[in-house]
T-cell receptor
Framework: AQSVAQPEDQVNVAEGNPLTVKCTYS??????LFWYVQYPNRGLQFLLKYITGDNLVKGSYGFEAEFNKSQTSFHLKKPSALVSDSALYFCAMGAGGFKTIFGAGTRLFVKA | EAQVTQNPRYLITVTGKKLTVTCSQNMNHEYMSWYRQDPGLGLRQIYY???????DKGDVPEGYKVSRKEKRNFPLILESPSPNQTSLYFC???????????????FGAGSRLTVL
């Protein structure tokens, strides 16, 4: 069965430090993977996606994600965190057509 | 501006009082969907629609109805709300080739519903 897991409910990082938000997936075949971000009182916003090709995907607001097929992971990264990056982050997987399977979400706190 | 608009954004109601949450998109997307977001559970799909007059159940459809009479609108109807439907609801739409599986969704700002 297809699934997405975000093993951390919350990630805390100091401003200026690198951040990583973890995501693992389970699927037979090649995955389509996404990251979305949800700021307070806002809907989810698309950050980036992996379809095929380069394992390092660059997205909005300086975020990038690394696809690792052997570890079935798609971790979200940023070299230098900002306080304004504090939000709820969702990893997701395309499950055919428009169907999208979402992880439970990881709350990122960036402390000044 | 391309967007998905939901109303109301906040609603407190009582058990059994029918309510409708509206959703409208201005991107001419064929696909629209409703999700509910609950802590620790992520987003779960309630209903979706591939086109006008075409709707289907998602993962948690019980207690909800939808309709798709026009391409731009996809209202969510709670005929007899119960407290376990207290949640944050999101409408989303998507365009492009549905066969690709790599389609990005555009979300509304959310509707927080409390059923007493």
């Amino acid at each position: 069965a297809q699934s997405v897991a975000q093993p951390e409910d919350q990630v805390n990082v100091a401003e200026g430090n690198p951040l990583t938000v973890k995501c693992t997936y389970s699927v037979s075949g090649n995955p389509y993977l996404f990251w979305y971000v949800q700021y307070p009182n806002r809907g989810l916003q698309f950050l980036l996606k992996y379809i095929t090709g380069d394992n390092l995907v660059k997205g909005s607001y300086g975020f990038e994600a690394e696809f690792n097929k052997s570890q079935t992971s798609f971790h979200l990264k940023k070299p230098s965190a900002l306080v304004s990056d504090s939000a709820l982050y969702f990893c997701a997987m395309g499950a055919g057509g428009f169907k999208t399977i979402f992880g439970a979400g990881t709350r990122l706190f960036v402390k000044a | 501006e391309a967007q998905v608009t939901q109303n109301p954004r906040y609603l407190i109601t009582v058990t059994g009082k029918k309510l409708t949450v509206t959703c409208s998109q201005n991107m001419n997307h064929e696909y629209m969907s409703w999700y509910r977001q609950d802590p620790g559970l992520g987003l779960r799909q309630i209903y979706y629609s591939m086109n006008v007059e075409v709707t289907d159940k998602g993962d948690v459809p019980e207690g909800y109805k939808v309709s798709r009479k026009e391409k731009r609108n996809f209202p969510l109807i709670l005929e007899s709300p119960s407290p376990n439907q207290t949640s944050l609801y999101f409408c989303a739409s998507g365009g492009g080739r549905s066969s690709s599986g790599a389609n990005v969704l555009t979300f509304g700002a959310g509707s927080r519903l409390t059923v007493l």
